[in-house]
């Protein structure tokens, strides 16, 4: 499919255990966002990127959460020694445009769905 | 700072019948734009509507209207004729000048159940 999408889409980590999840945006697409969806919560804004460059990260909870996009397509979050308030869906969005419209759909995959015991 | 407040847990309806979903929002950003988000169990998030600051009419998509009433700040969504399949949660999200038109900010959701 010519969609976003994430893998895994299912991952249990012990605590303490680093994690990485995988982002595969819409070819072309020039921003990708990460969110973090906590159970019975709306999506939280992480980190944004516009091709490689990480211009916005004030949403990353702690100095554990690492996100990059070397070449600009693929985008790795990374989670080092998970703790169990870690746990949630991490979703991942990508849009065409990078400029200053108001309209700019962000279309996302279907998540990572992490579980930290 | 920008904030969406869902009021609404949960919502039921009968298929066929209309269903309104309300959102308010709050921010001092001169032009934004007001979003919906469509959650189904699957948990990918499918865009359904947009409605922008200085749009003079409401916007509609199919079977979605936006009711959008700028000066008390809300943004509704209308669902006509509701189908099982719109079972879902659903989510209203802003973006706006303070965050560059960037990332989008979200309420806690609302979760509709269509009855046959």
């Known amino acids: 499919g010519a969609g976003v999408s994430q893998s895994p889409r299912y991952k249990v980590a012990k605590r303490g255990q680093d994690v990485a999840l995988r982002c595969d945006p819409i070819?072309?697409?020039?921003?990708l966002f990460w969110y973090q969806q906590a159970l019975g919560q709306g999506p939280e804004f992480l980190t944004y990127f516009q091709n490689e460059a990480q211009l916005d990260k004030s949403g990353l909870p702690s100095d554990r959460f690492f996100a990059e996009r070397p070449e600009g397509s693929v985008s790795t979050l990374k989670i080092q020694r998970t703790q169990q308030e870690d746990s949630a869906v991490y979703l991942c969005a990508s849009s065409l445009a990078a400029g200053r419209s108001s309209y700019n759909e962000q279309f996302f995959g279907p998540g990572t769905r992490l579980t930290v015991l | 700072a920008q904030k969406i407040t869902q009021t609404q847990p949960g919502m039921f309806v009968q298929e066929k019948e209309a269903v309104t979903l309300d959102c308010t929002y709050d921010?001092?950003?001169?032009?934004?734009?007001l979003f919906w988000y469509k959650q189904p169990s699957s948990g990918e998030m499918i865009f359904l509507i947009y409605q922008g600051s200085y749009d003079q009419q409401n916007a509609t998509e199919g079977r979605y209207s936006l009711n959008f009433q700028k000066a008390r700040k809300s943004a509704n969504l209308v669902i006509s004729a509701s189908q099982l399949g719109d079972s879902a949660m659903y989510f209203c999200a802003m973006r706006g000048t303070n965050t560059g038109f960037q990332k989008l900010v979200f309420g806690t959701g609302t979760r509709l159940l269509v009855s046959p």
């Open positions: 921010t001092s950003d001169p032009s934004y734009g």
């Open positions: 070819s072309g697409h020039v921003s």
